[in-house]
T-cell receptor
Framework: AQTVTQSQPEMSVQEAETVTLSCTYDTSESDYYLFWYKQPPSRQMILVIRQEAYKQQNATENRFSVNFQKAAKSFSLKISDSQLGDAAMYFCAYRSKAAGNKLTFGGGTRVLVKP | DTAVSQTPKYLVTQMGNDKSIKCEQNLGHDTMYWYKQDSKKFLKIMFSYNNKELIINETVPNRFSPKSPDKAHLNLHINSLELGDSAVYFC?????????????FGPGTRLTVT
């Protein structure tokens, strides 16, 4: 079974600075998807960015980018120019192409943004 | 608005009661899911339905029974509620075809069992 690990329970960043969130996963599959979801205090789950495992190019979405290291099974999220609205829980998630579309989530990282 | 909606958003009930949470999506998706987020924020899949057919059941106690009357609805019924059932329950849906990996989440239902 796949597992997803987020080793940082909480990260703090100064407004306008950059923060990187770590995520590692364990799988024997070669083709899958990885995601980062944001959960603000409203508790709505918001998709931030996605990466397909067979694509070597790292995904980028405005101020959010990932560093996907397939061999190392690592998928970190970088938030650049952090804004107060970025404060939230961030979840890394894995989706197998073979396992019925379910998402397997990491334990989450709380991001605090200091003004 | 097009979205995944859940009712109710908050539910407080006593141990032993039976309750239901409803989920509806008007996105035209054919796969729907239930996830549970516990007090430590850990999110885990419970069920998945595709075109009203159960495709994932993650060893959830049989007190939990999902029901999908049609593709747009996936309701969750819980019998004999226990304290440990207190959590936030999220419904999600995903489209068919090449975008099946995208999941859209509802706002969540916070269930408190006293």
């Amino acid at each position: 079974a796949q597992t997803v690990t987020q080793s940082q329970p909480e990260m703090s960043v100064q407004e306008a600075e950059t923060v990187t969130l770590s995520c590692t996963y364990d799988t024997s599959e070669s083709d899958y998807y990885l995601f980062w979801y944001k959960q603000p205090p409203s508790r709505q789950m918001i998709l931030v960015i996605r990466q397909e495992a067979y694509k070597q190019q790292n995904a980028t979405e405005n101020r959010f980018s990932v560093n996907f290291q397939k061999a190392a099974k690592s998928f970190s999220l970088k938030i650049s120019d952090s804004q107060l609205g970025d404060a939230a829980m961030y979840f890394c998630a894995y989706r197998s192409k073979a396992a019925g579309n379910k998402l397997t989530f990491g334990g989450g990282t709380r991001v605090l943004v200091k003004p | 608005d097009t979205a995944v909606s859940q009712t109710p958003k908050y539910l407080v009930t006593q141990m032993g009661n039976d309750k239901s949470i409803k989920c509806e999506q008007n996105l035209g998706h054919d796969t729907m899911y239930w996830y549970k987020q516990d007090s430590k924020k850990f999110l885990k899949i419970m069920f998945s339905y595709n075109n009203k057919e159960l495709i994932i059941n993650e060893t959830v106690p049989n007190r939990f029974s999902p029901k999908s009357p049609d593709k747009a609805h996936l309701n969750l019924h819980i019998n004999s509620l226990e304290l440990g059932d207190s959590a936030v329950y999220f419904c999600a849906s995903s489209p068919p075809g090449h975008k099946v990996h995208e999941q859209y989440f509802g706002p969540g239902t916070r269930l408190t069992v006293t």
